[in-house]
């Protein structure tokens, strides 16, 4: 899932980065670059700066415990870590791992980190733990709460099932803290897609499987009701706030029918089927209680709020369906052929180093190319390409060849655009 984002991500970070070589220092102090991914990269050269042993004596006749020379190594390994280059194809078998690997933990940190740490072990040791949380950028209270637990009880091996209460623990209480303060918990997850593909909006489906992974069913249930029966396939901040706020309401009643199921206040009345605008819920349907992953059986009758919202007030379900995102149309494409846009040196060179000289080939790719709707559709096709020929996306040629079928769908917006 996400394979085009992941793919956008990665090229948006390799094209800044054009030579053989690649400096750690460069991709550190390089702003525009996503945080995650440049903790990604130092976290790689500290692994291999380890594999050095500098600490260790070979003949064992230096006391590396002594100060000044903990001192020195400490500034040896800083000037390694700056001088460090990474080769074209390490760059790139990096940019493809850390991507990978950043959207994993950015949309299921409690999979991913589980996954990450353990490794298929019931236990893991500090040490491993203080190396593993090198990698994790976007959520670093969660290393940081299990690193305070073990000096807390003064341990040096965390168990597989005390993570998982630990970590239900941080996001009971980071749930807790909804809506009001879920700009802090869903910003990750927005500045990643934004640097994907540009987009302020997130895929329903990111944001399902996020809050899946947080356990929070009554979230899950109303984004699937947006996406599956209002064809909301993406959502901006605003409109995931109305949904948090919403799921936070209901909890809430919840909660007051649970303290007294036999006498509801005075303020609620029960009802086992009614119409009520239940935004992000089917109409004319029981109130759903919890999922059946958390066991609950549902109540047969559930108070709900006499107070209704007015004729005059603009039902939620509504303003969801002003979200909406239009059917999605696949006009023909009216963009200048891209053979019109590229140099007859540039030609030749795609036809030899994509298409392994065959110009029927190359011929038959650029009609599709040209007849593709949408750059979306144009670059699916463009990575068969490049997989049926066993072409690196990310070589000179590919970028170009990339770059110049990208170019033919700004040529509307930019005439007289050639390479």
């Known amino acids: ?8 991500y990665a090229f948006n970070i390799t094209k800044r980065y054009t030579g053989d070589h690649v400096s750690l220092s460069a991709l550190m102090t390089d702003v525009e670059l996503p945080e995650s991914f440049r903790k990604f990269a130092e976290a790689e050269v500290k692994e291999i700066i380890d594999k050095e042993d500098l600490e260790k004596s070979k003949t064992g006749k230096f006391d590396f415990s002594r100060l000044e020379i903990k001192s020195l190594l400490k500034e040896i390994r800083h000037v390694l870590k700056n001088s460090f280059e990474f080769s074209r194809e390490e760059f790139l078998e990096l940019t493809d791992r850390a991507s990978k690997f950043i959207f994993n933990y950015v949309i299921r940190p409690r999979w991913t980190l589980e996954k990450f740490l353990f490794k298929g072990e019931m236990k893991v040791n500090r040490e491993i733990i203080e190396k593993t949380s090198r990698f994790l950028g976007d959520y670093s209270y969660y290393p940081k709460g299990i690193l305070e637990y073990l000096e807390f009880h003064k341990k040096e091996v965390l168990d597989m099932e005390t993570w998982r209460q630990l970590h239900a623990k941080i996001d009971e209480h980071l749930l807790g803290a909804l809506p009001p303060k879920a700009a802090n918990l869903t910003s990750a997850i927005f500045d990643l897609f934004r640097f994907s593909t ?10 399902i499987l996020f809050f899946r992974d947080k356990m929070s069913p009554e979230i899950v249930d109303r984004l699937e009701f947006a996406k599956e029966l209002k064809n909301i396939q993406s959502l901006d901040s605003a409109t995931l706030s109305m949904i948090l706020e919403a799921t936070s309401r209901d909890v809430d009643q919840k909660i007051a029918v649970l303290k007294n199921p036999e006498e509801p206040p005075k303020e609620f009345r029960t009802f086992e089927r009614q119409t009520v605008t239940n935004p992000f819920m089917p109409q004319e349907v029981e109130v759903p209680g919890l ?23 603009k039902p939620m379900d509504q303003q969801l369906s002003e979200t909406a995102e239009p059917a999605p149309k ?3 494409s009216t963009t200048p052929s891209i053979r019109t846009i590229m140099s007859a040196k540039l030609e030749s060179k795609i036809v030899k180093k994509i298409f392994h000289g065959s110009r029927s080939g190359y011929q038959v790719a650029v009609h599709k190319l040209d007849e593709s709707p949408s750059w979306e559709r144009a670059s699916k096709i463009l990575e068969g390409i490049f997989i049926d020929n066993e072409i690196d996306p990310f070589s000179k040629y590919a970028v170009a060849f990339t770059d110049v079928v990208s170019a033919k769908f700004r040529a509307v917006r930019n005439p007289g655009v050639k390479f």
């Not at 899932?1 to 956008?8: A, T, Y």
């Not at 302020?200 to 944001?207: E, G, Y």
């Open 1 to 8: 899932m996400f394979e085009k984002e992941i793919s956008n």
């Open 198 to 207: 540009g987009s302020d909006r997130v895929p329903t489906d990111a944001l």
């Open 291 to 313: 999922s059946e992953e958390a066991g609950e059986k549902q109540p047969e009758a559930v108070p709900v709020p006499s107070g209704l919202p007015s004729a005059e007030a």
């Open 330 to 332: 696949e006009p023909k």
